[in-house]
Structures are given as structure tokens and as C-alpha cells.
């Protein structure tokens, strides 16, 4: 078998029969792979699992294993044999200096045609996973396609190469050094999505009316979850460039925006921003704010106190249509709930949130009455827009 000198990476089989005066040595071109995996599951590095089939003598062999041209990371080859993993043992592995390049001591014992697995983590081959969601008129479901883009500048070509993702799914596709595939990843109608306002006490005004010249309005979002009632849930959804339409009516698409998504495990949840509405309206406003339990110094000095505030959010839809709204309210430090009109879930120490639904121009009220606890002079209060 000859030798092609322009592959960027160069396998050579030495083998080196265990004579007494072992003064006979064989060099043997390695195989074509036999078979090739490109292994995306995690999305910082792309492992390369190949098979080979050494023809190995009885005795001392030597796999001369380079990379030449290629950024493979020398600390991640590892050897595996198939075949016969309790006769034919890896002894030692050897790095020539100032050379890409590797050599492996396998001790056989006996002559065997040995499959071994060859697998590397090797750079520049990167993938993008790219969504298109297309909403009904009633912005109840989308129809939900993902594709694969698989970016290959590693300076190697792979040929009938199987591209495998974490959950399973694969690709018989092989991919040459500089090119660029787009593959099907998902392509799932009418997945169930729920339409959601969100109201961030920490990043919107309070009260949007006593603003000038500004029009502020509550972020809009599409929430898909990963769930078998939504049509999903078989394996996480990779995070991805999202571009979202809706159905016109006329059959027509009207582009509503474009968002990046994040990793959505099974059962998690992913909201798509599609634009800002006034068509809910929130006020907020602090009703009491005091300090209670006072503790003092020998020098009659505050150095911790507790606070009593009430918080209320008055909340008014004005569509035609029921809303759900998100109401995510922050609250600094220690603190302790003494009475809420509304269930709520808390989602860290200091952020609590509330799924708050409206029937069409409905209003409701929020309430919150907590105290801060162990509060020291000058500690950050909360933040009032």
C-alpha cells in the first residue's frame, strides 16, 4: 500500500521481530481506516475516534502515530485494542522530541490482524445549530426546524465519516479539510409554545408614565418546553441562533425577530424574545419602607436592623386576549416573607418570581409584605426605577 505523502496525518506500523540479535526490522504502511467517528458531544472540542487494522507480529511491535499539519492535542490520543485486549498490551508510549508525533510499544502474543480504535481530540472542526421557528395566527404552536453546521478546518479530510451527536442521532456524512455541511438536525410541527410577558423588577421602570419621551415597553417572548406534551423531550436542545416568523393569515410569514438560544436539557425550558409590548402595563410602587428592630453600639451607634416594606404592583391588560405574565421581583440580603397575595417561586436567595395569569382586559394587584433581616448602615437597599 503506498504511502500519500500530502495526508496531514501519517500512520506507520514498525514492527520489529523479537530475534535474538533483532537486527530485522519491517516497515508496513498502516491501513485506510476502516471506520470513523466524529464525536460532538460536548461543544468546546470535537473527539475523532478512527479503527485501524494492525498486522501485528509475535513479540515486540512499534505504531509510529504523527500529525503533521494537523492541531491535534498530543495529552488526548489514546489506543484501544478490539480484538484481543488480553493478549495484544499496550507496554508504553514514547514522544519523539521536537516532532508531532508519537510511538507506541505493543507487546502480541502471537500474529494477529488487530483492530484497534484510534481516538484525539482535534481542533478546527466547529458546528453552529440553527433554529427556525415558524408561530401560527394564535401563537399557540410553531413549527420547529434545527440544522447541523459542521465546519471543518482541521486539515484533514474525513471521508464516510459518521458525525454522532450526545443524544444518539448521526449522520453518515463525510466532510473534506475546508468544507462546510448543513444537515437536519429536527424538524418538529406544531410543538405547543406559550406566549409570555416578562417583568423584571431590576432591569424596567416602576412606573413607565412619569417617563419622558421614552417608550417603554415589557419584553415578549415565545416558551417552548422540552417535554413530550410539547411534541420534544427525547434530548436537550443545543443553544443556537433562532430566527422566529409568523403565519400571516395570507399564507404569508411575518419575521418577528431573532434570538439565541441556550442549552435546554430534557424538561427545561426555552424562551425566544420576539420584540417589547405595551399592551400590559405594570406599576410598581413601594407603599412602607421602615426600620424595625434597631441594634446599637456602647456609643448608641446603628450597626443592624431589620426593614418592613410592602411592595405593590398594580398589573392591567389591555388585549383582547388572556396573557401570561412574569413577574420577577428582587429582594437583597436575608429576608422573610410575612404575607403575599399571590404564589410565587423562589429561584435564588435574593429573586423570586411569579407566573401571574390575566383574563383580556383584566387587572390584578400584587402584594408583597417582607421584612429585610441583619441589615447593616449603608448596605445596598432595593432598587426602585
Request: glycine share 4%.
Amino acid at each position: 500500500m503506498k504511502i500519500k505523502t500530502n495526508k496531514p496525518i501519517i500512520l506507520l506500523l514498525l514492527l520489529v521481530c523479537a530475534a535474538a540479535a533483532q537486527a530485522r526490522i519491517k516497515l508496513v504502511a498502516l491501513p485506510e481506516r476502516a471506520a470513523t467517528i466524529i464525536r460532538l458531544d460536548n461543544p468546546q472540542a470535537t473527539l475523532i475516534e478512527e479503527e485501524r487494522v494492525l498486522t501485528l507480529q509475535k513479540g515486540i511491535n512499534k505504531v509510529d502515530f504523527s500529525w503533521n499539519g494537523v492541531s491535534i492535542d498530543a495529552d488526548s490520543i489514546r489506543l484501544t485494542v478490539l480484538n484481543h485486549p488480553d493478549k495484544v498490551i499496550l507496554l508504553n508510549v514514547s514522544y519523539p522530541p521536537n516532532e508531532a508525533a508519537l510511538v507506541w510499544e505493543i507487546s502480541s502474543d502471537s500474529d494477529y490482524a488487530e483492530t484497534v480504535r484510534i481516538s484525539y481530540l482535534l481542533s478546527n472542526i466547529d458546528r453552529l445549530i440553527t433554529y427556525k421557528a415558524i408561530a401560527d395566527k394564535g401563537e399557540t404552536a410553531v413549527d420547529l426546524t434545527s440544522y447541523l453546521v459542521l465546519r471543518n478546518f482541521s486539515g484533514e479530510d474525513f471521508k464516510d465519516a459518521k458525525v454522532l451527536l450526545d443524544y444518539g442521532q448521526s449522520f453518515e456524512q463525510g466532510i473534506a479539510h475546508e468544507e462546510t455541511k448543513q444537515m437536519l438536525l429536527l424538524n418538529m410541527p406544531k410543538v405547543a409554545v406559550q406566549k409570555v410577558w416578562t417583568f423584571d423588577a431590576a432591569n424596567l421602570p416602576w412606573d413607565a408614565e412619569k417617563l419622558e419621551n421614552q417608550n417603554v415597553g415589557i419584553p415578549v417572548s415565545y416558551k417552548i418546553i422540552n417535554n413530550s406534551k410539547s411534541g420534544l423531550g427525547k434530548f436537550a436542545l443545543w443553544g443556537g441562533k433562532t430566527r422566529i416568523f409568523q403565519d400571516d393569515g395570507h399564507n404569508g410569514t411575518i419575521f418577528l425577530g431573532e434570538d439565541t438560544a441556550g442549552l435546554v436539557p430534557v424538561g427545561e425550558k426555552m424562551e425566544l424574545y420576539i420584540g417589547d409590548s405595551r399592551d400590559i402595563v405594570v406599576t410598581q410602587q413601594k407603599m412602607e419602607d421602615k426600620q424595625i428592630n434597631v441594634r446599637r453600639n456602647n456609643h448608641n451607634q446603628i450597626i443592624l436592623y431589620d426593614t418592613d416594606e410592602i411592595i405593590t404592583a398594580k398589573i392591567e391588560n389591555f388585549k383582547d386576549k388572556p396573557a401570561v405574565l412574569t413577574v420577577i421581583e428582587h429582594i437583597p440580603g436575608q429576608w422573610e416573607m410575612k404575607k403575599c397575595n399571590m404564589e410565587y417561586e423562589r429561584k435564588d436567595a435574593e429573586t423570586i418570581q411569579f407566573e401571574i395569569k390575566l383574563d383580556a382586559h383584566a387587572k390584578k394587584e400584587l402584594e408583597m409584605h417582607y421584612n429585610r433581616l441583619n441589615v447593616r448602615p449603608g448596605e445596598r437597599p432595593m432598587i426602585v426605577r
